[in-house]
């Protein structure tokens, strides 16, 4: 496959989307295509950037031959009808964060691609993360025994440009940001969701049941600027806390350290690297003292995705993130949504698809 490239078509040509056209132009396996936005000054203008061509029209730009895939970074509550129309014209399926607003559609979008014979895939960059990677192979090696617990904060400030700007207030101006209907939430949605599904993949433990509680207490949106989540596990009786704030004043001052904890020791992100405390022998590590691992450095996280979900269509086998982990993934998510409207635990259900 050295002289092939998947070609990728990029629909949204908003904020995140020059992260992943980076991505691809410097993948091994990659190339961009075209673009598509419903806004032809930024397609136009994309279009140049990366000189390919560009649509405004969905159905035009899903007839392209040369389009192998395609990667979806619209308003959430549009990656399902994308997903399903690109999947349906035979394009293997890149969507953004979160994979859907509603479990129901996760489901049907993972449906639709096993039935079009297409991969499907989802950006969430942080497993991709190389602290992610060290974590994950140290917990599979049994340096810190059985998992039993973590805490994780995502601790930000999101000024008032964010609900109509963007990052920094940067992107060009829209109102999607700001309600449920086409966001489905806030910062559990914008932030936090990279955290749990990090975390799936770090620790392997399976949520089973969901109690969140927060609000919106200070920001200019319907969507909920601070939460906190206790999740419980199949595996251990483990559970895990996840506090998240987009409005927290003095926010540079927070500890954002994830700390993972098991029945033989603990580990602790801290900034590009590890610190591990252990008390097994036998794995290289000193034993009853905190020490600090450096992990070996990877590739930009969408360089990394991209290539590997070329390489899983070309060997015919699931990507580094499926999409049935993507259901889980989106109904943990949904399912704080309805622990805080109804003040009582949610209980995780089986991903029948």
């Known amino acids: 496959m050295e002289d092939k490239k998947l070609s990728i078509g990029m629909v949204g040509c908003g904020q995140i989307m020059p992260s992943t056209a980076k991505g691809i132009m410097a993948s091994q396996h990659c190339v961009i295509d075209a673009v ?9 203008e994309k279009s140049e950037t990366y000189g390919v061509p560009y649509y405004t029209d969905l159905w035009k730009f899903l007839e392209r031959e040369s389009m192998d895939a395609v990667y979806i970074a619209v308003p959430h509550a549009l990656h399902v009808p994308i997903g399903i129309e690109a999947a349906r014209a035979g394009k293997h399926v890149i969507v953004e964060k979160p994979m859907a607003t509603a479990v129901e559609d996760a489901k049907m979008l993972v449906k639709e691609c096993k039935e079009a ?3 499907l895939t989802q950006a969430m960059g942080m497993r991709y993360a190389a602290t992610s990677a060290l974590t994950h192979d140290l917990i599979k090696a049994g340096a810190i025994g059985d998992f039993t617990s973590y805490l994780v904060r995502s601790i930000g400030m999101k000024d008032a440009k964010y609900w109509s700007n963007g990052v920094f207030g940067e992107a060009k101006r829209s109102c ?5 209907g086409m966001a489905g939430g806030g910062i559990l ?12 993949y770090m620790t392997g433990a399976t949520p089973t049941e969901v109690m969140a509680m927060g609000g919106n207490y200070s920001s200019r949106s319907a969507l909920e600027d601070s939460m906190t989540m206790l999740v419980r596990f199949k595996e251990n009786n483990a559970y ?3 506090q998240a704030m987009s409005a927290a004043h003095g926010a540079s001052h927070t500890d954002n350290s994830t700390f993972i904890y098991g029945t033989k020791g603990t580990i602790r992100f801290a900034g590009k690297n590890i610190e591990l405390f252990t008390t097994v022998e036998g794995l290289g590590y000193e034993t009853n003292k905190w020490i600090t691992i450096e992990p070996e450095k990877r590739s930009d996280s969408r360089t990394m995705l991209v290539d590997g979900f070329a390489e899983a269509i070309w060997a015919d086998k699931d990507p580094f993130i499926t999409g049935e982990q993507g259901v889980m993934i989106t109904e943990m998510m949904l399912g704080a949504y309805r622990s805080m409207e109804t003040n009582a635990p949610y209980i995780m259900k089986e991903n029948n698809i």
């Open 176 to 180: 999607w940001r700001a309600y449920k």
């Open 36 to 44: 598509m936005d419903i806004d032809e000054e930024v397609a136009k």
């Open 240 to 242: 895990g806390v996840c």
């Open 117 to 119: 014979g297409v991969k």
């Open 189 to 200: 949605v914008m932030n936090a969701v990279h955290n749990l599904d990090a975390l799936y």
